[in-house]
């Protein structure tokens, strides 16, 4: 059974709410899935919060197979961004799911480095279809 780790933002309900739909998709297609809104964000330790926090979604990536990255909006979120050249760089495949339909024109559906390092996929029917295919 492969890892997941779901990059997202995570700043709205909205973005809450889809981030836990997306990870129940995935588990049921047959994944394990570290989602850091849920699995790394409840710390009650205010001094140390943001170490904690970073290293136990670095912790995180390095052992997920695949990262998924949730890259709608205007600019893919800045945290999601670092997340995805994270484990670019480490190697693992990376599938970019992008169901919002702006693009930037002639320069791509997203920022260039962005598009370059990962798999993308217009909706979560072919997210899935594509997870399958690295079991």
Do not use: H
Not at 32 to 39: A, G, K, M, T, Y
Not at 70 to 87: F, K, L, M
Request: glycine share 8%; proline share 3%.
């Amino acid at each position: 059974m492969k890892t997941v780790y779901l990059a997202a933002p995570l700043f709205t309900g909205a973005e809450l709410d889809f981030n836990r739909k997306l990870r129940d998709e995935i588990k049921k297609a047959g994944s394990n899935v570290f989602l850091p809104q849920e699995d790394s964000n409840n710390i009650k330790d205010e001094k140390n919060r943001q170490k904690i926090i970073f290293d136990k979604n670095l912790a995180a990536i390095d052992k997920a197979d695949i990262l998924v990255a949730v890259i709608d909006g205007a600019d893919v979120d800045s945290g999601t961004s670092w997340e995805i050249g994270y484990a670019y760089a480490l190697g693992k495949p990376v599938l970019g799911l992008r169901t919002d339909f702006r693009t930037l024109g002639i320069e791509g559906t997203v920022n260039l480095m962005i598009e370059r390092s990962i798999i993308l996929c217009s909706g979560i029917p072919e997210l899935l279809a594509r997870l399958k295919s690295f079991k």
